[in-house]
């Protein structure tokens, strides 16, 4: 009779040489390092060794988590993606479109992101990979929220159903970025956003 003395007992599973247990808090100062490294030197002149001096560790640390600087930007893009942006929810076309726009302001105008995303979007011009996932942030962030809104202003009726909607996303996500990014106007005027709004809303109710 086999006691429980002589079973044999389980063993215990133990990790692959070599692994290793990515802190959390290491990522986020590696990722947090990228966007300080961007906004300075721009995405041409950006290094593994900026990166990590920036976040106080070694450069092993940043290549456990990406193989290279375009792996590592491309994950933060996506990210971004992924986070995107509140959807307005205010029950008038006008009303939401306004709060579309102040909280993408406050996003663009930001000291950081003034600096990145021209410069991805000069980058993405020469890096298919980069244009991939600018588009694909875009898409799912900004198109997606201003989707949201056309479609539920169509629910209500204040949009006709069957309306264009890739031009409703241009009427609504066009006219912001540009003046942000590509004329880059200092400061907007105090009611910029709310007649920006109240003007998208009539464009759109005329599609």
Known sequence: MTTNADSPKPTRRRAPAGA??????????????????LASVGY????????????????TA?????????????DLVSAIA???????DTGSLEADLRLLYEVTSRALRHPVA????????AEAARNPEI??????????????????????AAERGELRAGLDEELALDLISGPL???????????????????????????????
């Open 177 to 207: 970025y540009w003046r942000t990014l590509v004329v880059r106007t200092p400061k907007l005027p105090k009611d910029h956003l709310k007649r920006l709004a109240a003007a998208t809303a009539a464009a759109l109710k005329a599609l």
């Open 62 to 74: 940043v290549y456990r988590r990406w193989k290279s600087k375009l792996h590592l930007v491309l």
């Open 131 to 152: 244009a991939e996932a600018l588009q694909k942030a875009l898409r799912e962030g900004q198109h997606g929220v201003a989707s949201g809104i056309v479609r539920a």
């Open 82 to 88: 992924v986070q995107g942006l509140p959807a307005p």
């Open 44 to 59: 041409a002149r950006m290094s593994i060794e900026g990166i990590a001096r920036r976040a106080g560790v070694g450069k």
């Open 114 to 121: 003034g600096q990145i995303i021209p410069d991805l979007q």
């Open 20 to 37: 290793a247990v990515l802190r959390e808090d290491v990522t986020e100062a590696i990722r947090a390092a990228v966007f300080e490294e």
